[in-house]
């Protein structure tokens, strides 16, 4: 059946991807390609118009026009829904061996087209599909082998210098070693099972977790509150507008340019407040979103069964970083416009009063302090 099976699916694959054909076309040659695999190939030989088959160099002048054989479709998909049954004597439980995918394992025993491994043994340093592992499940032989979920990386659970599986843990180096590794350059140092020490760091890995959900909670605090205070800041720019568009049509015909201007420039003013406010709002979004990233991958690495694999990845885990306050936004901006009211009572030195509001007024706009980097950079 594993014959069978693997013959059709060698007989439907492409000679330039190697894959189950898509989209197949038969070109004059009688030879099948996948659509694309085949046009991509003719593209390079337009500039001397003469195609070839990539597979038995017949060549073909003008180009062939490609017809996608819907007969050989057919049966690339047909063979799509083949499996591959594992023999008796397989847990009832495992599922029947099927190809390897991009991103599975491959068994290492398959000659040709590869099963999809099940398990890996830390003994053999193999990968197997459900048919390899038999062996392992039936034989006295390998009854003290270890096997484990299949894995990619098996040559980094073996010492580079014994050639021995890491079995145990250096707290002195903080590295995991083999046994011959514990009795010679470790000799001395404080070590344990690479089993007791994963138990040590999921603890830690836990705390980790709470310390990263309270940074997280903080976070989204001060979030709600420079919500808060944005909005506060525009009902207040607002508020001022209103206040000085009442104001100043109550004016002379002869103030009104400089009605405009301090329209204009608490306007400004409203945008430098919102613009800090809006970058340092992005800034907070952006940390919660690495934050909860981060917390999914320590979350992943708390599942992980395999010792090693969990305490290499645990010990190059970066730093938290740790909670601090970022802004310092005064909730209600003063947006002056105690000028206008003296106006309307004191004509005769609306020029002078004007011309000396306005010059404050700018001064907030364009002497703009240097980009706050904390809360109370911010607040000030």
């Known amino acids: 059946m594993a014959e069978a099976f693997l013959t059709a699916r060698d007989s439907f694959s492409c000679p330039i991807c ?6 197949p076309v038969t070109i004059p040659c009688g030879h099948n390609f996948c659509l694309d695999c085949i046009e ?7 500039q001397r118009g003469v195609y070839s088959c990539p597979q038995c160099r017949h060549s073909f002048t003008p180009r062939p026009v490609l017809n996608k ?38 068994c290492d025993v398959c000659s040709g087209t590869k099963l999809r491994a099940v398990k890996s043994c830390l003994v053999c340093l193999a990968s197997y599909c459900e048919a390899h592992i038999q062996p392992h ?16 990386n098996l040559q980094d659970k073996i010492c580079s210098l014994h050639d021995k599986l890491l079995e145990v843990f250096c707290r002195t180096d903080q590295k995991c070693i083999c046994l011959l590794c514990s009795l010679d350059e470790h000799s001395g140092h404080k070590t344990v099972s690479a089993a007791a020490e994963k138990t040590e760091k999921q603890r830690q890995l836990g705390q980790n977790r709470e310390d990263c959900k309270r940074i997280i909670q903080q976070k989204e605090k001060d979030v709600r509150e ?51 406010a809006e970058d340092l709002l992005k800034k907070l979004e952006q940390e919660i979103a690495d934050l909860r990233r981060r917390d999914a991958e320590l979350e992943q690495l708390s599942h992980s069964e395999d010792h090693i694999h969990f305490l290499q990845d645990y010990l190059s885990l970066p730093a938290l970083p740790g909670v601090t306050k970022f802004y310092n936004i005064n909730t209600k901006p003063q947006f002056s416009i105690e000028f206008v009211k003296k106006l309307v009572s004191e004509m005769e030195q609306l020029n002078w009063f004007s011309k000396l509001e306005i010059v ?12 706050p980097k904390t809360r109370k950079e911010f607040m000030k």
Request: proline share 4%; aromatic share 4%.
């Open 360 to 371: 404050k007024i700018s001064k907030v706009h364009t002497i703009r302090a240097a980009e």
């Open 18 to 23: 190697l894959d189950l054909l898509k989209d």
């Open 69 to 106: 054989n819907n007969l050989i479709a057919e049966m690339v998909e047909k063979i799509k829904t083949m499996k591959f049954q594992a023999p008796p004597g397989s847990p009832a439980d495992s599922p029947a061996g099927s190809l390897a995918g991009s991103g599975d394992v491959e």
């Open 226 to 276: 420079l919500t808060q205070v944005m909005e506060d800041l525009m009902r207040s720019a607002q508020a001022a507008v209103e206040d000085s568009e009442k104001i100043f049509t109550e004016l002379i015909e002869s103030i009104e340019r400089r009605r405009s201007e301090v329209k204009e420039l608490i306007r400004a003013q409203e945008k430098t407040e919102l613009s800090q």
């Open 40 to 46: 991509d190939c003719w593209d390079e030989d337009d």
């Open 137 to 152: 499940y039936e034989s006295p032989a390998f009854k003290k082998h270890k096997l484990v979920e299949a894995s990619m």
